[in-house]
């Protein structure tokens, strides 16, 4: 792999029309639709740039920097890129003429200085009461699943939350590109690895999380649950490894059950639904709904809890804060 000092030389070579956007703390993502069109979040908001690749040569020339520093396969016959640069920033890329405008890439920023919980009361995404009531769920051992939409921060949360955890605790972080960064001393970091030119050297999340299993963790927490895996992350919760967290794709509590219930049953052995709907009940505890509103603030705006018993074979969830119409965050119990 080229050494890091190296391809930050790159950078400002291949990303010099971007490199103000690189360099600004103050965006969160940055957004380019072919070499002429580059888009930002900023401060929780989406607008165009007049920044601009001078060639479409010169941004698949960066592109191809970036794979070659992450070793990450990226051409006709492997058109989607899914690394990180050094500083952690995640990157995705779609190349022509899968992307039918020229090569399509978001490069998602992340804080260098960790968010706290204080930080997301100060910044209203959660209320001091559900902080509490999060943290104690955390000591308890409480499996958590963060719930929420593409930039809603998730993993900002997820991150958060991890605070809570003994320092004492053992900790397996699973993840598609390394972006959490936790706090605790004894923590281990995997990473999945796509396949390379040959088809050869592939490492999935489930390989990951069978590992796992068998590194002693006291808590694992896996960065996203996207696919079959999450069969093999819910019997973690159910079998030992209590206090896992994880965040997943949906629009509220009982979609992301019944997304959970979806994978896997992609990879469910013939099981039938109210089985799988038993073990999800048994095994998550509370999840926590994250939204991004319309003026690009990002708040908490639902923790429930599940039953562990089903009724009538659906689940039972009770909501213990939602926002009200103040945009609140309100206690229901």
């Not at 001078?54 to 698949?60: I, M």
């Not at 936790?182 to 990951?208: F, K, N």
């Not at 967290?245 to 992301?256: C, E, R, S």
Request: aromatic letters at 6%; glycine letters at 6%.
């Amino acid at each position: 792999m080229i050494g890091t000092e190296i391809f930050k030389e790159s950078i400002k070579q291949f990303f010099k029309p971007i490199e103000e956007l690189i360099e600004d703390g103050t965006v969160s993502e940055i957004m380019i639709n072919g070499p002429f069109e580059i888009w930002v979040e900023q401060k929780g908001m989406i607008r165009k740039t007049g920044f601009k690749f001078p060639t479409l040569q010169a941004l698949e020339s960066a592109l191809t920097n970036i794979s070659q520093y992450s070793q990450r396969p990226y051409s006709i016959d492997n058109p989607i890129l899914e690394t990180h640069l050094p500083d952690g920033s995640r990157v995705e890329a779609v190349m022509e003429p899968i992307a039918m405008n020229g090569p399509v890439v978001s490069i998602r920023r992340f804080s260098k200085k960790s968010l706290k919980i204080e930080d997301l009361v100060k910044y209203d995404t959660l209320t001091i009461e559900a902080a509490k009531f999060l943290a104690k769920a955390v000591g308890n051992k409480k499996n958590i699943v963060v719930s929420g939409g593409t930039g809603s921060g998730k993993t900002s949360l997820l991150c958060a939350l991890s605070s809570f955890i003994s320092p004492k605790e053992r900790i397996v972080v699973v993840e598609d590109t390394h972006e959490l960064q936790l706090q605790q001393p004894h923590c281990v970091y995997l990473e999945s690895r796509t396949a390379d030119e040959r088809g050869m050297g592939e490492v999935t999340i489930r390989d990951l999380l069978h590992a796992t299993m068998r590194l002693r963790p006291d808590r694992i927490v896996v960065g996203e649950i996207r696919g079959i895996e999450a069969k093999d992350m819910v019997a973690a919760m159910t079998s030992g490894h209590e206090g896992s967290m994880t965040t997943i794709h949906a629009n509220n509590p009982g979609d992301a059950l019944g997304r959970l219930e979806t994978l896997i049953l992609m990879d469910n052995g013939g099981l039938p639904h109210f089985a799988v709907r038993a073990q999800l009940a048994s095994a998550v505890d509370i999840i926590v709904q994250i939204t991004r509103m319309p003026s690009g603030k990002r708040a908490v705006t639902e923790i429930s809890m599940v039953s562990k018993k089903i009724k009538n074979e659906n689940y039972v969830i009770k909501k213990l804060f939602t926002l009200n119409n103040d945009q609140v965050l309100e206690k229901q119990f």
